[in-house]
Structures are given as C-alpha cells and as structure tokens.
C-alpha cells in the first residue's frame, strides 16, 4: 500500500440527498482512493443522544477496550462491502465488478493494526479503509491516491470527533438537498420514514453540517445536492481543491471503479441526477406533505435559498 499519510473524506448526507450521487461523482478521480459502496463504519457498541435518530451503521464507531483486533474488523457492520464480497448472490450490487475476499482483507486489516501498537479509533479505521483497496483487487489505481473517501449517511453528526481523531487529517463533506424532493424520493422506499420523523432528522443534520462547517472551515465543507446537478466539476472541484486535491474530468459524470453510469441506483434512489427530475420529484408530494414540510422546515429553506424551489410546488 501506499506510504502516504492517512487522509480521510467522508461523505455525509441526509437519506436521499445526493450523498450516493456525490459519491459515485468522485469515484474515479485519480487522486483518491473511493469506497466501492456505503461504508457502513459504525458499530452496535455505539450509544449517545443520536442512537434513536440514526441507525448505528452509519455513526463513528466506538470499540470496547476488551476486543481483540479480530473482533473489532468483524464489529464494523460495512453491511454492502461485507454481502457483496461474501453473498454476492443476494447483493443488489451483484452485477458490479468486485473482486475482493473479505477474510483476505480482514488478515490486512489485522497486520496494519497490530504494527501501530495501538486500537484508536483513528488506527482503526486507517487500517480499515487501507486494508480495503489493497484488498480490492480489480481496483482501478493509478498511483497518484493520496486521499480516502467513504459514505456514510449522517456521519456529519460525528463531524467534530473525526476530524480532532484524526489530527486535522480528517475531513466532511456534507451535502444538503431540499427536503420537498428528499421526502418524495423515500417514500419510495419499501418501509418509508414518516414524514415527521424524516424530517426531523432531516433538519437536525443541517444544523450540525451548519455549525461544523462554521467551527471547521479548513475540514467540515456544506454544499447543495442542486449545485452539483447544475456543474459537478466546479462545485466538488472548489472543495477537493482546498484538501489538497485537483479538479478532474472524472467529476464530470457518476462512475463505478472509473466506469460511467447510465444511471446511479442500485447506490442509491436517485436514478438521473439533473434538475428537472429534482423538482419533478418534489411536484409528486401532496398540497398537504408541502405545507408540513414548509412549517418544519422554513427556517432553514430561507438559510439556504430553497424557498424558489417551495413557490414551485
């Protein structure tokens, strides 16, 4: 694996906000080093104020002292990565090319963290991550990765611990979508959120993604799901390049292992990511789900300019 020092991007983002689109965006760039699905790094050790709100898979993880390195691999959910490398069969990735043993990359992981001499949670997840693309091996490298890149919806809320753990290395990305087509799109899902649970959660992640990126300019970076679909290039190109990272062609349009897509499901509900689906998707709630969405919302639809989009509906 490369020698180069640990840096760490994670995506975050409210469920079907753009988090997947943003993700497949980047992957490709050859500059870094993109998980190959949700990188589910959370653990069912984790317990705080957010465990009610959000599912433990996608948190920061917490590893009690007594595990042994072993165990600590097998307690990261990493659901997707984890079926799709040993169930390919049942994975809704099994037509993505993905060559990986999970055992293998458990062994790495294994000898990565026993050489620091240490079970931080900054040690682990560094071997976590390095493990995986030396593990990938069908992995498209170029040689020029100098930065990590995972996804993990709502990981935002963790924003403060990532980035302190991980000594300044550490970086979010937090991408915001408009609640009105944000709750259309998971309607769709087979067991939905209610409306008033969505958007509470909805709304409690732009707070946090708002005062980290306040509190951490240089680290924790807040952009609109609507500016990528407008110019991906130049919106993810203006935040890559202030952790060090160039804007690339590869920004262009979403990826898998450098491959073009035709469209971004299975990784995620967005299917076409331009703006006429955007608000197309939002025209498909009720007169009533828009009045209780402006009511729940308003504050932050006037913060960030969503109030055009809301005279649309």
């Known amino acids: 694996m490369s020698a180069n020092k640990f840096k760490l991007l994670m995506l975050s983002a409210m469920y079907e906000n753009g988090g997947n689109t943003t993700h497949r965006y980047l992957d ?3 500059e870094m080093f993109v998980y190959p699905f949700e990188s589910q790094i959370g653990t069912k050790y984790v317990q705080d104020k957010f465990t009610s709100m959000f599912p433990v898979k996608y ?21 997707e990565a984890k079926i799709r490398a040993r169930t390919p069969f049942v994975s ?6 993905f060559d990986m043993d999970d055992e ?17 949670r900054a040690t682990i997840m560094e071997g976590f991550f390095r493990a995986t693309f030396n593990a990938w091996k069908n992995y498209q490298h ?44 998971t309607k769709k899902r087979p067991v939905p959120l209610s409306l008033d649970h969505y958007i509470n959660a909805w709304v409690n992640n ?25 110019d991906s290039k130049k919106t993810l190109g203006s935040v890559l390049e202030k952790i060090g990272i160039q804007s690339n062609d590869s920004l262009l349009s979403p990826s898998w292992n450098g491959k073009a897509l035709k469209e971004v499901y299975p990784w995620g509900t967005v299917r076409i990511p331009t703006p006429e689906v955007n608000i197309n998707t ?32």
């Open 142 to 185: 170029t040689g020029n990765e100098k930065v990590w890149v995972g996804y993990s919806p709502i990981i935002g809320v963790d924003g403060e611990a990532i980035i302190n753990e991980l000594n300044g290395n550490g970086y979010i990305l937090h991408i915001m979508r408009n609640p009105f087509s944000c709750y259309a799109e």
């Open 59 to 79: 948190r920061w993880p917490y590893f009690p002292e007594h595990l042994s390195i072993e165990e600590i691999y097998y307690s990261i959910i990493d659901e």
């Open 206 to 230: 732009q707070y946090y993604a708002r005062f980290l990126s306040m509190k951490y300019p240089n680290n924790f970076f807040f952009i609109k799901y609507e500016d990528i679909i407008v």
């Open 282 to 313: 939002a025209k498909e709630l009720t007169k009533n789900e828009i009045s209780e969405i402006f009511m729940r919302a308003e504050m932050f639809l006037k913060e960030f300019d969503y109030l055009n989009i809301y005279k649309q509906l």
């Open 104 to 120: 293998e990359r458990k062994s790495i992981f294994t000898k990565i963290v026993e050489k620091t001499g240490n079970k931080t």
């Open 92 to 97: 809704k990735f099994r037509n993505a090319e």
């Open 28 to 30: 490709g760039h050859p």
